[in-house]
Structure formats: C-alpha cells, structure tokens
C-alpha cells in the first residue's frame, strides 16, 4: 500500500519527457538494492543525506531535481529498502500510462516467428507489447506477458493431437 502511494505520487510530479528517463533511474537502483551492502551505505549514520542522495543520483546516472527529491523523501522516511518495490510498481504503471508491455517467449523460435506473435498480441490487447526471447529446449512455446496476465502455451503434442482427431473426425 505504501508502496503503491510513493510510485503514485513520483509519477504524478514528472512531466510526460520526464516520466521514462526516472523510470529509467528507479530500475538503476533497483537493481544495485539487491545487494546487501547497497542497504548498509544508505542507512550509514556516516552518511549525511545530501552525500546519500549524490551516490544515489550517481547509480541512477540522473540529476533531474525532482527525482532527487523524490529520494530525499524516501530516505527521510527511511523507506531505503523499498526500492525494488517501487521499482516494480512504477513498471507497471508506467507500462499502462505508455500502453507498452513487455514479455517472455519460452522454446523454439525464429526471429520471424517472435515478430508475428508481438503483432497478434499486439493487435488483439490494442497495445504494444515486446517480447524478448528465452531459449529453452521444450516441447512447445509459452508466452508471458505478466502485467496482462497473459500466458500461452502451445505443446507439440497437444498440436498434433488435435491435429489426428481432425483427421479421424474427417474420416
């Protein structure tokens, strides 16, 4: 719920130019809050909060007054260890305020197979949606895309069992 109130409130303040770049700057940060050492330099009592706030402009490689602020806030609050969550609150909002998604291909896929399923989910959830592919050696293909709760799964089995009862219907 917190969580859900800082992410809120970060986007509300940045302007439309401003909202991808800091979205950017939180994903940065994210990532480097996984270590536990990350928590330790941010909650130094050695640390004063303008000195905390420059190293965290400085993995986030982005100066923009509001994002600074926007960390102020956090550590006043000593929120340091919520980052991963904004992180991911701010993805899913800022993917529904761009109408852009991101997904998963599992299995066996040319190039040119990967591009007509993004046109197919594309067209049919009326978004742009991304899919990066993950090799993997299954009998099939899945296809993820969580913010839509999307997940498809195609079985060769599957495929040429409907395939036979087609026939065998036929007959």
């Known amino acids: 719920m917190i969580v859900e109130k800082y992410a809120k409130a970060f986007l509300a303040s940045l302007s439309e130019e401003e909202i991808a770049p800091a979205y950017e700057a939180i994903a940065r940060i994210a990532l480097v809050a996984k270590d536990p050492k990350f928590i330790?330099?941010?909650k130094?009592?050695?640390l004063s909060m303008d000195d905390k706030i420059k190293k965290l402009a400085e993995i986030a490689e982005y100066n923009n007054p509001k994002f600074l602020n926007f960390l102020r806030i956090i550590l006043e609050n000593k929120r340091e260890d919520l980052f991963k969550e904004i992180h991911t609150s701010l993805y899913e909002k800022v993917s529904r305020h761009f109408n852009t998604y991101a997904g998963v291909v599992e299995g066996?896929?040319?190039?040119?197979?990967?591009?007509?399923?993004?046109?197919?989910?594309?067209?049919k959830f009326n978004a742009t949606i991304k899919l990066k592919l993950?090799?993997?050696?299954?009998?099939?293909i899945k296809v993820f895309v969580?913010?839509?709760?999307?997940?498809?799964?195609l079985s060769e089995d599957k495929i040429k069992s409907d395939l036979i009862n087609s026939i065998l219907k036929a007959i």
Not at 108 to 123: A, D, F, G, M, R
Not at 146 to 153: F, G, P, Q, T
Request: glycine residues 2%; proline residues 3%; without cysteine.
């Open 44 to 46: 130094s009592p050695l």
């Open 108 to 123: 066996k896929v040319s190039e040119e197979t990967l591009k007509e399923i993004e046109n197919k989910l594309s067209q």
């Open 40 to 42: 330790l330099i941010v």
């Open 146 to 153: 969580d913010i839509l709760n999307v997940e498809v799964a």
């Open 134 to 140: 993950n090799e993997k050696d299954i009998n099939g």
